[in-house]
């Protein structure tokens, strides 16, 4: 009898007394990140048993408390209302907004919040912080823009700050402080409000691609396009893992969507770029209609309809939305809804580019929701049929990590019987950052595009490749590519110029093609790359890009879609709209037609910055400063081969 009393007792007690040691453990250190507690004791302790957490309620007293979800398993971490005050305070000194963003400090936040899960038996899974609230008054809600004062936070939480940074090369601090569940703006302007779209629209597939990518951005990502995309429309999001290295995008993330059966995730086993990876989800993709997103991106309400309405009414159609800034540093987003341009390409690195509608292309259309042909897409974000992306032969696999994969999909589309279109109705937000914080190998865009360009671009490749011939390298064999052409019985991208671009056929115009060189200092001419800039005088580099200009047959000076005007008498500027012209005379000087001044380098002062200044001034055929040595358009540039 004894020992079954002392087996029954033991039986009783000892779980009371392990839970009674965990809650002084909390009590103890109520700053504690859980992992001395919690990982050091073992919550689970037979089959048939629940979770600790599954038993306990809230704690009433201040401290770190156990909050029950809805589902065993899993334990969201609070700290006392004390501890997180401060935190919040400190996290959120010097604040702006359009809105008022401020916290109220003494309100319980118990959506935002780091909380650990796993199945039994397993070691927990800590999910990094996130806010989860709904509020309409919380930061960033509406897109509203959010200002942080930078010398207002602590050494520890500006740490934070600069490390968001870093590793992105937006402002992650910021986008830790809004919701993954921010609202939007309501994106259609009064024309799509009056348009009728159809009801039988596909269901979707939507594929995004992410490389150590910021909690809260992909959490934001994927949950604009569950909130916002209609239901019984969207049959899965495909989350493709392209190796990510960060350590949140691991476990934490398949246990974050374990419950969601329409978020499936695929992880690749090595490095495999944009293009690749999105091939892979692809192979995934049940759904008829395909959408590719970037990873740092949020969809406006009713982004989906629109772009399922065109492909449902014509499946040749690639289609993308209106691409809406969000800004890098204070994720701020507003919709536009006069949307009048096109996507193009530069000449000089075949890149993407926005070019105003013209006055012909404005007048065809009935209305401003109606959809815009597109020579070009951007590429991150876009909807096709499934089919129709299979008949095109997909993705080049021989494009490596990202760049060229959008102009190959677009010439394709044109140039074989499909098209691409940006639908006017269809708003999504997309950060767009400075600079990219993933590191590639050098020159790979460039490798990428010479492979488009040697598939794709008949004798034009040749205007791109006098630019870069010193880059382009080995792009490989593109020789099942170009059967995949032939089998399409696709047109000539002579064809593309002159019935989808509109741009100037360059073999007809440009007589001259290289360096301007100012013949007193031996300086280039250099854009900066500058809409509406000034040109200045560099050391010439030897490497094209800002330095490479085209002189043309009716006298313009130009690079791409950038021109050399005239501001005022002595002023010179880069611009994309003006329309000078120059006269190349036999003294080498370049004439200015509405000035009737020439263009000169450098001064007569001794200041650096004026020996690299670009005027206009009256013409003198001695003056040296005056003199520009040019370089004649090169007819013997052949697209090299490689088999």
């Given at each position: 009898?004894?020992?079954?009393m002392?087996a029954?007792?033991?039986?009783?007690?000892?779980?009371?007394?392990?839970i009674?040691?965990?809650?002084?453990?909390m009590l103890?250190?109520?700053?504690?990140e859980?992992?001395?507690?919690?990982m050091?004791?073992?919550l689970?302790v037979?089959?048939s048993t629940?979770?600790v957490?599954g038993?306990?309620?809230?704690?009433?007293k201040k401290g770190?408390?156990?909050?029950k979800?809805?589902?065993p398993?899993?334990q969201?971490?609070?700290?006392?209302?004390?501890s997180r005050d401060a935190?919040f305070a400190?996290?959120?000194?010097g604040?702006?907004?359009?809105?008022?963003?401020?916290?109220?400090?003494n309100?319980?936040h118990?959506?935002?919040?780091s909380?650990y899960?796993?199945?039994?038996?397993?070691?927990?899974v800590?999910?990094?912080f996130?806010?989860d609230s709904?509020?309409?008054d919380?930061?960033?809600?509406?897109?509203?823009a959010v200002?942080?004062?930078?010398?207002?936070?602590s050494s520890?939480?500006?740490?934070?700050?600069?490390?968001?940074?870093?590793h992105n090369?937006?402002n992650?601090y910021?986008?830790?402080m809004i919701?993954v569940?921010?609202s939007?703006p309501d994106?259609?302007?009064?024309?799509?409000k009056?348009?009728?779209?159809?009801t039988?629209?596909?269901?979707?597939?939507?594929?995004i691609?992410?490389?150590n990518?910021a909690?809260?951005?992909?959490?934001?990502s994927v949950?604009?396009?569950?909130?916002?995309?209609?239901t019984?429309?969207l049959?899965?999001v495909?989350?493709?893992?392209d190796?990510s290295?960060?350590?949140?995008?691991?476990?934490p993330?398949d246990?974050y969507w374990k419950d969601n059966?329409?978020?499936?995730i695929?992880r690749?086993?090595?490095?495999?770029?944009l293009?690749?990876?999105?091939?892979l989800g692809?192979?995934v993709a049940t759904?008829?209609l395909?959408?590719?997103?970037?990873?740092?991106i949020?969809?406006?309400?009713g982004?989906y309809e629109?772009?399922?309405?065109?492909?449902?009414?014509?499946?040749?159609v690639?289609?993308y939305?209106s691409i809406?800034?969000?800004?890098?540093?204070t994720?701020?987003?507003i919709?536009?809804h006069?949307?009048?341009?096109?996507g193009?390409?530069r000449?000089g690195?075949?890149?993407f580019a926005?070019?105003?509608?013209?006055?012909d292309?404005r007048r065809?259309?009935?209305?401003p929701s109606d959809?815009i042909n597109?020579?070009t897409?951007?590429?991150?974000l876009?909807?096709?049929d499934?089919?129709?992306f299979?008949k095109l032969g997909?993705?080049?696999p021989?494009?490596?990590?990202?760049?060229?994969?959008?102009?190959?999909l677009?010439f394709?589309a044109w140039?074989?019987?499909?098209?691409?279109?940006?639908i006017?109705?269809?708003?999504?937000?997309h950060?767009?950052?400075?600079?990219?914080p993933?590191?590639?190998?050098t020159?790979l865009?460039?490798?990428n595009v010479?492979?488009?360009?040697?598939?794709?671009m008949?004798k034009?490749?040749n205007y791109f490749l006098?630019?870069?011939v010193?880059k382009?390298?080995d792009?490989?064999d593109?020789?099942e590519?170009q059967?995949?052409?032939?089998?399409?019985?696709?047109k000539?991208f002579?064809?593309?110029?002159?019935?989808?671009?509109?741009m100037k056929?360059p073999?007809?115009?440009?007589?001259?093609a290289g360096?301007?060189?100012c013949?007193?200092?031996?300086?280039?001419?250099?854009s900066?790359?500058?809409?509406h800039g000034?040109?200045?005088l560099?050391?010439?580099?030897?490497l094209?890009?800002?330095q490479?200009?085209?002189?043309?047959?009716?006298g313009?000076v130009?690079q791409d879609?950038?021109?050399v005007?005239s501001?005022?008498?002595?002023?010179v500027?880069?611009?994309?709209?003006?329309?000078?012209?120059?006269?190349?005379t036999?003294?080498?000087q370049?004439l200015n037609?509405?000035?009737?001044?020439?263009?000169?380098?450098?001064?007569?002062?001794?200041?650096?910055?004026?020996?690299?200044?670009?005027?206009?001034?009256?013409?003198?055929?001695d003056?040296p400063?005056?003199?520009?040595?040019?370089t004649?358009?090169?007819?013997d540039v052949d697209?090299?081969r490689?088999?």
């Amino acid at each position: 009898m004894k020992v079954w009393m002392a087996a029954l007792i033991c039986l009783l007690f000892v779980p009371a007394l392990l839970i009674l040691y965990v809650s002084v453990e909390m009590l103890l250190d109520t700053n504690n990140e859980f992992d001395r507690t919690v990982m050091n004791v073992q919550l689970y302790v037979g089959p048939s048993t629940r979770s600790v957490t599954g038993l306990w309620k809230p704690m009433p007293k201040k401290g770190v408390a156990f909050y029950k979800r809805n589902r065993p398993g899993v334990q969201q971490f609070q700290k006392s209302e004390k501890s997180r005050d401060a935190q919040f305070a400190e996290q959120k000194a010097g604040v702006q907004s359009k809105q008022d963003i401020s916290i109220e400090m003494n309100k319980k936040h118990p959506s935002n919040s780091s909380y650990y899960t796993g199945q039994p038996g397993e070691k927990l899974v800590k999910i990094p912080f996130f806010v989860d609230s709904r509020d309409p008054d919380g930061p960033g809600e509406g897109g509203e823009a959010v200002q942080v004062n930078v010398s207002q936070l602590s050494s520890e939480e500006k740490a934070r700050y600069d490390e968001g940074w870093r590793h992105n090369s937006f402002n992650q601090y910021v986008s830790d402080m809004i919701s993954v569940h921010r609202s939007l703006p309501d994106a259609w302007s009064p024309e799509c409000k009056k348009r009728n779209f159809r009801t039988d629209l596909p269901e979707t597939s939507v594929i995004i691609i992410f490389h150590n990518e910021a909690w809260s951005v992909l959490l934001r990502s994927v949950h604009s396009v569950l909130s916002r995309t209609p239901t019984h429309l969207l049959r899965e999001v495909i989350l493709v893992d392209d190796f990510s290295t960060m350590d949140h995008l691991k476990r934490p993330l398949d246990e974050y969507w374990k419950d969601n059966p329409r978020v499936k995730i695929v992880r690749a086993q090595k490095r495999e770029g944009l293009t690749r990876a999105r091939l892979l989800g692809y192979n995934v993709a049940t759904a008829p209609l395909l959408v590719f997103f970037d990873s740092h991106i949020e969809c406006y309400p009713g982004w989906y309809e629109p772009l399922a309405d065109r492909i449902t009414t014509n499946p040749t159609v690639i289609a993308y939305p209106s691409i809406e800034v969000i800004d890098d540093n204070t994720l701020h987003t507003i919709p536009n809804h006069n949307v009048d341009v096109k996507g193009v390409f530069r000449w000089g690195d075949l890149s993407f580019a926005y070019a105003p509608l013209t006055d012909d292309e404005r007048r065809a259309r009935t209305s401003p929701s109606d959809p815009i042909n597109s020579p070009t897409m951007p590429g991150g974000l876009f909807a096709v049929d499934r089919d129709f992306f299979t008949k095109l032969g997909t993705y080049d696999p021989g494009l490596a990590y990202w760049g060229g994969e959008n102009l190959e999909l677009s010439f394709k589309a044109w140039m074989c019987n499909g098209s691409v279109e940006l639908i006017p109705c269809s708003h999504v937000g997309h950060i767009f950052r400075k600079s990219n914080p993933i590191k590639w190998m050098t020159y790979l865009g460039v490798t990428n595009v010479a492979r488009v360009a040697a598939v794709w671009m008949d004798k034009y490749a040749n205007y791109f490749l006098e630019r870069n011939v010193f880059k382009v390298g080995d792009y490989g064999d593109v020789s099942e590519r170009q059967r995949l052409r032939e089998s399409l019985h696709c047109k000539s991208f002579d064809w593309f110029m002159k019935n989808i671009s509109h741009m100037k056929d360059p073999y007809v115009e440009v007589v001259h093609a290289g360096e301007l060189i100012c013949k007193a200092s031996g300086l280039c001419l250099d854009s900066l790359a500058h809409n509406h800039g000034q040109p200045l005088l560099y050391t010439c580099h030897k490497l094209g890009g800002n330095q490479f200009w085209y002189i043309s047959r009716d006298g313009q000076v130009f690079q791409d879609n950038l021109k050399v005007c005239s501001r005022s008498q002595t002023d010179v500027i880069i611009d994309s709209n003006c329309r000078d012209t120059w006269n190349l005379t036999q003294d080498e000087q370049l004439l200015n037609i509405p000035t009737n001044r020439c263009l000169e380098g450098g001064a007569t002062t001794g200041k650096a910055n004026d020996q690299r200044a670009v005027t206009l001034q009256p013409c003198d055929p001695d003056n040296p400063r005056q003199k520009w040595k040019t370089t004649p358009r090169r007819t013997d540039v052949d697209f090299p081969r490689y088999s």
